[in-house]
Structures are given as C-alpha cells and as structure tokens.
C-alpha cells in the first residue's frame, strides 16, 4: 500500500495588493485589489511505505505549502491526496493518530516547562497507554540522546537540545509517517549528525515513512533515496538522490585558508581556482572527475591550512541547471 | 542658543508625533472606547435627569448637558495620557538610564517632550471620536468661547502635575520592581477622588472636602469642571492649587532624581 | 462515551499544564490579583456615592448593581481563568499561522485551542464577584443555585463570543485588536444597569452583543427566581454556541496557516 498518493495538488491564496505611500493605503482600505498567487499547482506523486523522501525547492517554492495539505492544516483549492487511506483535509482527527509532523520553525514543546512535561500531555493527546508510552519514550531518549535534557525547562535548552526533543516529542506516538519540515535548520553539525542517526533508525526498526524538506544537502543525501524538487509550486525533478547527484549534484566548492602567505598563483589538477587572496583560495571541482578526499589530500600535500570549507552548489544553481538541460518532470 | 534648545526638545515631540500619525489606525482603535463610555454615559444620566425632572434641572449647580460636557473633557484628559512612567521603569530595569541620563539633553524634560506628542494626538483623537455622540445627545456646551485660555491654561498644569506624578512613580522602579500596583493606585484615586466617574459636586461633602485639598482633582476635574461652569473664584483656587502640589511634587521629584543619578554614578547602572 | 472520556483525560492534563507554566512566571502574580480587586472596587465605590446621591435609578439600587456586577465578574474573571485564549490570543494564533501547532492532533481542534492558556490574575475577579453576590443574595437555596447556573450560563456566552471575536481572523487577517475590542465592549456594557438602554440599543445588546446576559439578565434570575429568565439565559447560551463554532469551522476553510506571506509574489 502507498503511504501518500497525491493527485493534481494545487493551493491559491488571495494576496492583497496595496501601492505603498498613505494614498494606496486609503485606495486598499475602501477598494482592496486581491491578487491570487498559486503556491502549488498539479503536484502529484506516490510514496510507498517506508520510503524516505527528501521534498525540496528553494524559499516559498511551495514546500511547506503541500506539506500543510497533507497534514490536514490547509485545504487545497483542488486535487486530491490520501496519507494512510485518508484524505488530510476531510479525516485530519482519525489521520492525526498515525501521523507525525515538525515544524522546524514552529515549536511544540512548551516553552517555560521541561520537555518531559509535554510528553506526558503527548500521551493523553494520542491516548497512549502507560506502558507503550513509557517503551516508545526510552527507546527515543535512547536514539535521540536526551536522557539528561528532558528535566530541564525548554527555554533554557540549545536550538540542536530543543530540536532533539521536539523530533522526538512527534514520534512518541509510533506515527507510520513523519513529516519533516526544515528539521535541521540552525543547527550544528553533531546535532545534525545525531537527528540523522535517529531518524535512519526509526526507519530501520519501525518502517517508519519519512516526507523530508531541509536546505540541507547533507540531511538529504544520508537519509533520503527519492528526491523531489519542487518550484513556483511546480513539480520539476521526480528521481532518486544518486541520480541528482551524479547529474546536478557534481560540483563541488572548496574554501581554504592557509597558515602562511601564497606567493604563486594556486593551481591543482582538475581543480579549478575561483579566487586567490593572501592566505585563502575558492576552488571548485567535478567530484565525478576526483575525489572530495584526493582534492584535500592535494590541498594538505602544498601546504599546512588553518580551515576548510566544501560545500555543495546551492540549490538554486542546481534548478537553473534542471531547466536548462531541458529536463522534464 | 536657547532656540537651539527647545529645538532639540520640540524635535522629539515631533518625531513621536510622526510615529502616532503611522499608527494612527491602532490609536484609533484603541480609542474607540470613548464612544461606547460617552453613549454608556449619556443613557445613564439621562436616566438620573431625565425621569424625574425637566431638562434644565440642575443637580448641584450643573445641568444634563453640563454634565455630560464635563465627562468628555475628563475623559479626554484621562485617556490622552500617556505610559511614560512604564518606560522609565523598563528603562531602570534594563540599565539603559545609564545611556540616557549621559545624553545632552534632560532626561525627564526629553520624557517629557516626548509625551507631548503622543498625548495630543490622542486627546484629540479621543474628544473628535466622543464629540459626535456629546453634540447629539447634549447640544453645543452653553458656554463663553473667551473661557477657552484660561480652561486650556489649567488643562496645560494638569498634565504637568500628572507628569510630575508618573515620573515620581516610574522612578520607584530603584526601589522597587513592580511599580504597576503604584500606577493603577493613582490611576483608580483618579476615578473617583479626581472625579473622573462623575463630577465631584455629586460626593457628599465630607468626601469632597478631602478631594478638593488632594492633587487628583487637579487634571481631570479642574479642567472639565471650569469649561462647563467658569468662574473666576474656581479658577484662582485652581491655578492656586496646581502651583502648590506642583512645587511640592517638583521638589519630591528633583530630590528622587538627584538621588537617582548619584546612585548610578555609583553603582554604574 | 469513550471518545468523551478521553477529551475530559486530556483537557485535565491541559489544565494541569496550564496551571504549571503559569506558576513559572508568577513574578507579579499577587500585584495582579490586588489590581483586579482595586479595579473592582473603586467603580463599586463609584456605584455606592452614585445611589447614594440619587437614589434608585430605572429600577435598579445598589445591592441590584452589587449583584450584577458580582455575577459579571465572576463568570468573566471564569473564562479568563479557563479558556484564557479567546481573549485577543486567538484571533493571534490565527492570523499568525499558529493554528498549525493544534491542526496536527487527533484533539477536538476548538477545545484545544480555548483551554490552552491560563490567566491566574482574574482569581481576583472570581473572589470579589463570588463575595459580592453572596452579599447580596436573598438567602433561600433556590437563590444560590440559581446564582450557580446564571454564572456558568453566562461564562459559556462570554467564551462563545470570544470565539466569535477571535475567528475573525479568518476573515480579515489581523483581527487582534478589534477582537480584544469586542470583548472589552462587550464586558464594559455588561456592568451597566440594561434599563438604561432603549430601542436599538437594547435590541443589539441582546442580540449581537449579548451584553444583558452576562450581568443584567442573572442578576434579575437570582433575585426574582422568575424561570423564563433561565430559559431565555439558556436559548441565548446555546444560540451563541452553535453561532461560534459555525463561525469558527466555517472560517476554517479559510486559513492560510501564514503561508500567503511567504509565497514568492
């Protein structure tokens, strides 16, 4: 059975438009021009069960948009979607039982009480019993590392901390599918690292269903197979992450910064130097063409650097790539 | 070089000013209460005139009409009034006194012409937004328009005196924390022994006696009692008044800042 | 039936966090409580010169004002206390997007969202209002339930309204300040003796600003014992119920979860 079958998807809003200065704010008052915005428009795509998806696209391409039509949050001004057997916006309460969902930027945890408090409402909300609430929150506690956190006043507690307990404050329910939204932005690396961990092991034991969007091409290139990117509210790429990768995903950026002086210009094989100051150097490379590891043992080999920074091409240099190889959804 | 002065001053006023016109629907909002108090108001002692009486029937020397005149300008002088004691006490909470206090101009004059501008525009708001119900309800106000100075000149001292109240409260944030419970204190004497509810003419006389030698008549009942009955003897016992609690809480005032500013030499904030 | 008792479990563990993340700031928590009293009292001691000097006014004397007001200020210092958001907070939490939070639980959506807050300070409210009307009671059982059911009656038609106010967020954007504003209007109305208002006037405060039954209109149940009070208070708290989660639901449909604002335009 599918986990999310999704058909022709589509949401507008109605924006008012206002002329700036006190005269446009009268003419608004009395004769406000509404303008419709499609935020998402013929998304459709299935997702079995089990399957981690990474749902991407740049800012307000649509992302949180269809995230919220498949939470039940918003209805959709047409199309169809089913999550589990149901449909978000008709069965949101019956659906809410095997569902999880974060919102990076919108806290579930109270905020002046310690974590352990909202689980425990957590637990009456899903109408948990005692027992399977209690082996749901040690094996969490367990992946997430949050033994020592739960007793402690949320606000006192670090972004990556909070962010633990949030993810796992959704998942004390058992939910067959997990929604994702943004749920590593902000944070550090080993906290990045841990969620991840977690998360590939709820996958592992429960065959939990995971809907991922992060900015963050290290979230989605250890957890998720599937990738969909998404723009203007359009569908643009549906294919596995191997394949973004070895298509879009090839180039990669290196910044340095150097212990000593560079005299000479920088040059390396198949590296190629984007900018040379005094002590640093941007260098991009095509990772199909040498190894992330043969370019830093290059660097290392010239010599001693004090940092080192690769990156991945921004999203939006990926897209603009999509669109102009022609490539069709 | 006193030009440049009260220009440095007025420029505040102007600026809060600006910054209340941008605003001006969340003002007006907040003071659409005067029409639901004025319409409340009205039907209230209409029913108190009214059944029993004709019209031109005086209750302690003053009419309907009178009466309802008179709410309007308390009202207006009450709910003009601006929060300045709150900043100063968030300013004392959080330290940044130290900045001001250091700044070229006075502090509390730098409140003070800071208010101003806030509390015009609201009064007027205020008495603009209650006039439609007052002029329909009660008529024109009967009275002499050369009363209008000396009325305004007693309204000027009133928000002076109230000032001088609210800067003595807001600087108790050294002593104490919350100076909330001092702020509705003297807001709550205002109601009744400043005779905001109703004029005090209405208390019986013992009641009015120790209203009349306590300051809280002085900017809300003084200025709404002398535009709807003038008399000169009202007046001087007025302006008598101001000028003495002025000096006295000008004094109390002046002793508290000095007091203030040392102990931030001291303590550094 | 098991549905109900699973809401129930849960609202009380709602309340018990409420109750816990209200202590947590507590820090001017009696100063709140004596401002409500002093609010209180000093227009009491406004109302006591007033009939003082004037004597009976359209029906109504002192203990009449005493316990309509005590009625009034008890049932709102309830709602305050137990449904704290519908004061201003919700029609926030709509406009701002924050509806998300309770969309995603399997709870009852409008329950959810009313109990979810807490005011502690209206506890000054319930204890000069309860102590007021008792004053002023006639002294017979039938008085003090009657007094019992015209506050609860009445909280449940403040809370309606408050919903009422709130969900025009769905319909206007940021309805914050005028939501805030009904509710106060409504609140200073209800203090008021109703035989001050005639016409049109009368007929709006019973109708779209119910302001009659939060003072008036039990006030008079307690002191007449009279029934068709109770099944009018009764109609008007169920017509304002079924009124506000129509308009709650229905708005609903319309929310946009803060997402219009961040769509590329």
């Not at chain 2, 409340?40 to 059944?51: C, E, M, R, S, T």
């Not at chain 3, 119910?210 to 009764?234: C, D, H, Q, S, Y």
Request: net charge neutral; aromatic share 14%; glycine share 8%.
């Amino acid at each position: 059975m599918n986990a999310i079958e999704v058909n022709g998807l589509e949401k507008n809003f109605q924006l008012k438009k206002k002329t700036p200065g006190l005269r446009g704010s009268f003419r608004s008052l009395f004769r406000p021009q509404i303008e419709e915005i499609t935020a998402v428009s013929d998304v459709s795509f299935s997702l079995k069960e089990g399957e981690m998806l990474a749902f991407i696209g740049p800012n307000g391409a649509g992302k949180s948009t269809t995230i919220k039509m498949l939470t039940g949050i918003l209805f959709p001004t047409a199309g169809e979607a089913t999550v589990l057997g149901f449909t978000p916006w008709k069965e949101r309460r019956l659906m809410a039982y095997h569902i999880g969902s974060v919102f990076g930027q919108k806290p579930q945890l109270w905020y002046h009480l310690p974590a352990a408090d909202t689980f425990q409402l957590f637990a009456r909300i899903y109408e948990l019993d005692d027992a399977a609430f209690k082996k749901q929150r040690d094996f969490l506690v367990e992946a997430f590392q949050i033994g020592h956190l739960l007793h402690i006043p949320v606000r006192k507690l670090s972004l990556g901390q909070r962010m633990k307990c949030e993810i796992a404050a959704s998942l004390l329910h058992r939910p067959r599918i997990i929604f994702l939204d943004e749920p590593t932005i902000g944070l550090d690396v080993v906290a990045k690292q841990q969620i991840r961990r977690a998360i590939r092991a709820l996958n592992e034991e429960d065959n939990t269903t995971i809907f991922l969007t992060s900015h963050d091409a290290g979230d989605i290139e250890s957890l998720c197979k599937r990738v969909i990117i998404i723009n203007h509210g359009r569908m643009i790429f549906d294919n596995r992450t191997s394949i973004l990768k070895r298509q879009y995903l090839t180039k990669k950026v290196i910044d340095v910064r150097f212990g000593e002086r560079l005299d000479s210009p920088f040059h390396l094989p198949h590296v190629e130097t984007l900018k040379q100051g005094t002590y640093g150097v941007k260098l991009e490379f095509d990772a199909q063409a040498v190894s992330v590891e043969q370019v830093i043992q290059q660097i290392m080999n010239t010599r001693p650097f004090n940092d080192i920074n690769v990156q991945d091409p921004p999203l939006e240099d990926v897209i603009r790539e999509i669109y102009q190889n022609g490539h069709e959804p | 070089m006193l030009s440049t002065k009260i220009n440095k001053y007025t420029s505040m006023t102007a600026i809060n000013l600006q910054n209340q016109l941008a605003y001006i629907w969340d003002t007006l909002n907040r003071s659409l209460f005067i029409l639901f108090i004025m319409f409340i108001f009205v039907q209230l002692w209409a029913a108190v005139y009214g059944d029993g009486g004709s019209p031109d029937r005086e209750i302690a020397g003053l009419t309907f009409v009178n009466v309802i005149w008179y709410l309007l300008i308390a009202e207006t002088m009450e709910l003009g009034k601006a929060r300045h004691d709150l900043a100063i006490s968030e300013e004392v909470k959080d330290g940044s006194i130290a900045y001001r206090l250091v700044r070229p101009y006075n502090y509390l004059v730098y409140h003070f012409f800071h208010n101003l501008g806030e509390t015009l525009v609201r009064m007027g708001l205020v008495f603009l937004l209650g006039l439609p119900i007052v002029l329909y309800y009660a008529g024109l106000p009967q009275i002499d328009w050369w009363i209008i100075p000396p009325v305004v000149l007693i309204m000027a001292g009133g928000m002076l005196l109230d000032f001088f109240t609210l800067s003595i409260i807001g600087l108790l944030a050294f002593v104490t924390e919350d100076i909330g419970s001092f702020r509705l204190i003297y807001q709550k004497l205002v109601f009744v022994l400043g005779g905001l509810m109703f004029p005090l003419d209405f208390l019986p006389n013992w009641l009015q006696g120790i209203a009349r030698s306590l300051p809280f008549q002085l900017t809300t009942y003084a200025p709404a009692r002398l535009f709807v009955r003038f008399e000169w003897s009202l007046f001087v016992d007025f302006l008598g008044m101001q000028l003495l609690w002025l000096a006295i809480l000008g004094v109390i005032l002046w002793l508290q800042y000095r007091w203030a500013v040392q102990r931030l030499a001291i303590n550094g904030g | 039936m098991n549905n109900l008792r699973a809401e129930w479990h849960f609202i009380k563990g709602l309340f018990a966090l409420n109750l816990a993340s209200a202590m947590e700031y507590r820090a001017s928590f009696w100063s709140q409580i004596f401002g409500m009293v002093l609010n209180n009292t000093i227009m009491l001691v406004f109302w006591f010169f007033f009939f003082d000097r004037f004597g009976a006014v359209r029906g109504y004397e002192f203990p009449d004002l005493s316990m309509l007001y005590g009625i009034a200020a008890t049932a709102f210092g309830l709602t305050m206390i137990l449904t704290g958001n519908i004061y201003s907070f919700m029609a926030y939490i709509i406009a701002q997007g924050r509806l998300d939070y309770y969309l995603v639980f399997p709870r009852n959506l409008l329950a959810h969202v009313i109990f979810s807050r807490m005011h502690i300070s209206p506890i000054g409210d319930v204890i000069f209002g309860l102590v007021l009307a008792f004053w002023f009671i006639p002294k017979t059982p039938a008085a003090f339930g009657l007094l019992a059911i015209g506050i609860i009656l009445a909280a449940l038609i403040i809370s309606a309204y408050g919903i009422i106010a709130g969900s025009l967020a769905f319909f206007w954007g940021n309805a914050q300040n005028a939501s805030q504003q009904m509710l106060g209007t409504m609140l200073t109305f209800s203090l008021y003796p109703d035989t001050l208002f005639r016409g049109a006037a009368r007929v709006l405060l019973t109708t779209v600003m119910p302001a009659f039954f939060i003072g008036a209109v039990p006030a008079r149940l307690v002191k007449t014992t009279e029934w068709a009070n109770l099944g009018v208070m009764v109609l008007a708290a169920a017509l304002s119920w079924i009124a506000a989660v129509a308009i709650f639901y229905g708005g609903l449909r319309r929310y946009e979860s803060g997402s219009a604002i961040n769509v590329n335009s």
